[in-house]
């Protein structure tokens, strides 16, 4: 269990290292620029308000760190944890550029073992990582640990739509087109091709908030936004 747990770790940190450089592009391509917009929902679930304390896990290039920051304010914090040093690399260059860095610090370490004492936020997000964790009820269990209660913990993943003519087409776009452009952008399609191969694996919304429950989060539930593409999950401590 634990060599197929460190094997499935670091795939998962080779094909984001492999990317890191135009994974932002790419998201932005990929999703038509809806990105954003699903970062921004994700954000607002959070419950956050100015002076708070984030944390964001699986952070990559901490797009969503520094939405979060726009919140808490010169009085707040937000922390990025990620396991992978050229995402983490991309996200501070970014950070400073934003003028985020008296706000934002960033953590190098793995989700399923998260190194600060409970308690210790009032929210956690993970934006598209609970798909590439190897476990993900420990990862849920582990963000329940460090906030403080009331707070959140807010999930944004790739989902598994319903509407039965969109589903088809969906499926197509994830298994064809977005290796082609992967292959265009970054030179290979196996860390894209890894995309819909993950969706696979990964559990249902409905599941995913069962998870959630078993995990110790309250009144799960979820969001399904863009026909059903992606999901935000919240759960409350």
């Not at 707040?76 to 008296?102: H, R």
């Not at 030179?187 to 990964?202: A, I, M, N, V």
Request: charged letters at 20%.
């Amino acid at each position: 269990m634990k060599a197929r747990q460190n094997s499935r770790e670091e795939f998962c940190k080779n094909v984001f290292s492999t990317i890191a450089g135009k994974y932002d592009l790419l998201n932005t391509v990929l999703s038509f620029n809806q990105d954003k917009y699903w970062r921004r929902f994700t954000v607002r679930q959070a419950g956050l308000k100015p002076g708070g304390m984030a944390l964001d896990v699986c952070c990559g290039t901490g797009r969503m760190c520094m939405e979060q920051a726009k919140i808490v304010g010169h009085t707040g914090s937000v922390t990025g944890v990620d396991f992978c040093s050229d995402m983490l690399a991309v996200a501070q260059k970014d950070i400073v550029n934003a003028n985020y860095s008296n706000i934002i610090r960033l953590v190098q370490a793995n989700a399923l073992n998260l190194p600060f004492p409970e308690n210790s936020f009032d929210s956690a997000t993970i934006g598209f990582g609970l798909r590439n964790v190897a476990d993900i009820k420990t990862a849920l269990m582990e963000m329940r640990r460090v906030i403080k209660p009331g707070g959140r913990v807010v999930s944004l993943d790739l989902a598994k739509p319903g509407i039965w003519g969109f589903k088809a087409i969906y499926r197509f776009y994830l298994e064809q087109f977005v290796p082609f452009l992967g292959r265009l952008g970054v030179g290979q399609d196996t860390p894209y091709r890894w995309l819909p191969e993950s969706l696979k694996l990964f559990p249902h919304q409905e599941k995913l908030c069962e998870l959630f429950r078993e995990a110790g989060l309250n009144d799960p539930r979820y969001y399904e936004l863009t026909g059903g593409i992606v999901a935000v999950h919240v759960g409350t401590k």
